[in-house]
């Protein structure tokens, strides 16, 4: 019997990453839909249609609201964050402390 998984969109870089980890290993899931958002995984998952590798911190949230159970992969698969700023201007007094929140909330996240 086949696993069935909520996999990411085929377009982000992550779901390449995600199925060669899936193919180095024994597992063939049975992909049962696809979502952009770890989000909308999650809620997908919380209603019993699969199970997904999604980015930590969405993870980290949906289990501590009770609605998934995250368990760490072995081997860890990175997931890289990006900030987004424009691109023609210093960044103001105020996007520069929202970065350093950020920065120590994903911190604090990914430390339980």
């Given at each position: 019997?086949?696993?069935?998984?909520?996999?990411?969109?085929?377009?982000?870089?992550?779901?390449?990453?995600t199925?060669?980890?899936?193919?180095?290993?024994?597992?063939?899931?049975?992909?049962?839909?696809?979502?952009q958002?770890?989000?909308?995984?999650?809620?997908l998952?919380?209603?019993?249609?699969?199970?997904?590798i999604?980015?930590?911190?969405?993870?980290?949230?949906?289990?501590?609201?009770?609605?998934?159970?995250?368990?760490?992969?072995?081997?860890?698969?990175?997931?890289?964050?990006?900030l987004?700023?424009?691109a023609?201007?210093?960044?103001?007094?105020?996007?520069?402390?929202?970065?350093?929140?950020?920065?120590?909330?994903?911190?604090?996240?990914?430390?339980?």
């Amino acid at each position: 019997m086949r696993d069935n998984l909520v996999a990411l969109g085929a377009e982000i870089a992550t779901r390449s990453e995600t199925d060669i980890f899936l193919a180095a290993g024994s597992a063939r899931p049975c992909i049962v839909a696809e979502a952009q958002l770890s989000a909308s995984i999650c809620e997908l998952v919380a209603n019993r249609a699969g199970v997904s590798i999604v980015e930590p911190v969405t993870a980290a949230n949906f289990a501590a609201a009770g609605r998934v159970v995250a368990r760490p992969l072995h081997p860890e698969q990175p997931f890289r964050y990006d900030l987004l700023l424009p691109a023609l201007c210093e960044p103001s007094r105020v996007a520069a402390r929202f970065q350093e929140l950020v920065e120590g909330r994903f911190a604090a996240l990914l430390s339980h």
